[in-house]
Each structure stands twice: as structure tokens, then as C-alpha cells.
């Protein structure tokens, strides 16, 4: 895994092996990065990244100046890499072991950005719960938006709040946003 961008950029991170996890690949998260950069100005926005997995999104995103970082996993083996290399390389990112989502219905704070990326094999309920939880908890700021990454065998598109998605090889990502 490779930190694409900003104060870190081209760093390479090595997590374990043995952690449950499908990074984001670099093409997509460039893509990524690239729709964000032309709506947001990163060093002014907090960010929540659910199923963080390695931390690859949450990292790039602090790499890049973001000074409000909440990474969310279940897996112990993932939340101590992001908490071990959030602290070798200074960012400020803070950490959370929790189910995603009892971690939706029990916080209140809100962010300018929720990036979501569950397992590919997740049950389209669960998948179509995130926005669902998400938006019924009003945890986004005023303009803010909800990215869920997904296969391209999934459609998330008919849901509600659903706005536009990129595809990047096998992997999509669909976003979603408050229409006033």
C-alpha cells in the first residue's frame, strides 16, 4: 500500500498479512482523491472512515492535511497497524475497535466526509444500512457526503440520497449527499 499524495507521498506501509482486509486499490483511490480535491479543501474537513481496514484511506487523507481523522474497525489486528503507524508517522488520526455499525447508532458527531468501505461479500441489507444510518443520524455536516465503496456487482444507486458513482476496475464507488 502507497501513500499517493501530500506530506507522505509515495511512502509504502506494510500491514500484516494476516489482517482481514482488501485495500483500496491506488488507482481508484487516486480517482478518488482527485473528485474530492475539486469539492473540499482537505486541511479544513473531518473525516470518518468506517471498515478502515489497513487505514489506507484514512492515511491518505491526513497525509494530505485533513486534522480530523476517526478510523472505525472491529478487527483488533487492523485498528493496532492504523493506531502504530498513525503514530510513526504523526497524523492525526484517532482510532476506534467497534462494530461499524453499533458505532452508527450510538455516535453524534458529524463530518464533513464518511468513506465507507465493508467487505465486498457484505449482505446488500447491511450495505444499503450504511446510508441508511448515516443520513436517519444526521452525521454529515452541511455539505457533506457519503462514499461507499463497493464491487461492481452491487447497485447502490436506486437507494436514498444516492448521487452519483465512479467505477475504477472491479471497484466502485457510490456517493450520497443531503439534497435540500
Same mark, same amino acid.
Given at each position: ?48 472512515? /468506517? ?5 489506507? =484511506? ?8 485533513? *486534522? +480530523?481523522? &476517526? ?17 510513526? /508517522? ?5 482510532? =476506534? ?8 447508532? *450510538? +455516535?453524534? &458527531? ?45 447497485d447502490l444507486s436506486k437507494l436514498a440520497h444516492f448521487s452519483k458513482q465512479r467505477k475504477y476496475g472491479g471497484s466502485v464507488f457510490s456517493f450520497f449527499e443531503k439534497i435540500?
Amino acid at each position: 500500500m502507497r501513500i499517493i499524495s501530500g506530506k507522505h507521498r509515495g511512502r509504502r506501509l506494510t500491514a500484516p498479512s494476516k489482517l482481514p482486509v482488501r485495500p483500496t486499490t491506488d488507482m481508484a483511490k487516486e480517482g478518488l482523491f482527485n473528485i474530492l480535491n475539486n469539492d473540499y479543501y482537505l486541511p479544513d474537513i473531518s473525516v470518518l472512515d /468506517l471498515f478502515s481496514g489497513t487505514g489506507n =484511506i484514512a492515511f491518505e487523507f491526513g497525509s494530505r492535511g485533513c *486534522k +480530523t481523522i &476517526t478510523a472505525v474497525d472491529a478487527d483488533q489486528g487492523c485498528v493496532k497497524f492504523i493506531t502504530e503507524t498513525t503514530e510513526k /508517522l504523526e497524523l492525526p488520526i484517532s482510532t =476506534i475497535k467497534s462494530d461499524v455499525f453499533n458505532y452508527l447508532e *450510538k +455516535t453524534t &458527531t458529524k463530518h464533513h466526509i464518511v468513506f465507507a468501505d465493508p467487505p465486498y461479500d457484505l449482505a446488500i441489507e447491511d450495505f444499503e444500512k450504511i446510508p441508511e444510518l448515516v443520513f436517519s443520524r444526521e452525521l454529515l455536516l452541511e455539505d457533506g457526503l457519503l462514499i461507499v465503496e463497493h464491487s461492481k456487482h452491487t447497485d447502490l444507486s436506486k437507494l436514498a440520497h444516492f448521487s452519483k458513482q465512479r467505477k475504477y476496475g472491479g471497484s466502485v464507488f457510490s456517493f450520497f449527499e443531503k439534497i435540500s
